[in-house]
């Protein structure tokens, strides 16, 4: 089991440009969840899927941001235009949701840094 | 909404016990996790409670009293590698939303 996968692992980008972060979750696992991270404010919930439907996006920050997934292997975060405050760790995360107690599987993470 | 709080930091001695505790809020509940983060790397799991009372898994126990709304992680021989950030995730009525608290960075020291 390779694990969720998210690519790239480091992005620097200028403010303006847009971003696209990519995750691949645990093949199986019907829902999908991305995080950002921040050491002002943690780890929030940014959205999340179930069954490649987004169910709840109230933790985007705003309209800059979109997520989509295409398919149960793949899924996209995209941040237009960027700006230095976006900068943080992107964590996109799976779980099987098959009882209570499925626990979610991270990916390493994409450490966004917007100049 | 969620309200979760836990300790922001805490420094333990080597081969010590340390309990960190999470007190929470939800409208609805569905058991509560617990994830280890080591700096700057991924969260993983460490346990999860539906119940009340103490689970333990090796060095590691989580307690839950769910008419307090309260948790608590109880590491026993310390371990430097146990130096990490302790993230408290009571699931919701609505299961599928899975929020954090802040955590609590755990110091270990010789």
């Known amino acids: 089991d390779a694990g969720v996968i998210q690519s790239p692992r480091h992005e620097v980008t200028e403010m303006g440009q847009e971003v696209t972060l990519r995750c691949k979750p645990i093949?199986?696992?019907?829902?999908l969840f991305w995080y950002r991270q921040t050491m002002m404010r943690g780890l929030e919930l940014l959205i999340y899927f179930n069954n490649n439907v987004p169910i709840d996006d109230s933790g985007m920050p705003e309209d800059r941001f979109s997520a989509k997934m295409p398919n149960a292997s793949f899924s996209t975060l995209k941040i237009q235009p960027s700006e230095p405050r976006d900068s943080a760790v992107y964590f996109c995360a799976s779980s099987s949701q098959e009882s209570l107690g499925s626990p979610l599987h991270f990916g390493n993470g994409t450490r966004l840094t917007v100049t | 909404g969620q309200n979760i709080d836990q300790p922001t930091e805490m420094t333990a001695t080597e081969g010590a016990i340390v309990q960190i505790n999470c007190t929470y809020q939800?409208?609805?509940?569905?058991?509560l996790f617990w994830y280890q983060q080591h700096a700057g790397e991924a969260p993983t799991f460490l346990s999860y409670n539906v119940l009340d009372g103490l689970e333990e898994k090796g060095r590691f126990s989580s307690f839950l009293s769910r008419s307090k709304g309260y948790s608590y992680l109880l590491l026993k021989e310390l371990q430097m590698k146990d130096s990490a950030s302790y993230l408290c995730a009571p699931a919701p009525g609505n299961f599928n939303k899975f929020y954090f608290g802040s955590g609590t960075k755990l110091n270990v020291k010789p």
């Open positions: 939800t409208s609805g509940f569905n058991g």
């Open positions: 093949s199986g696992h019907n829902s």
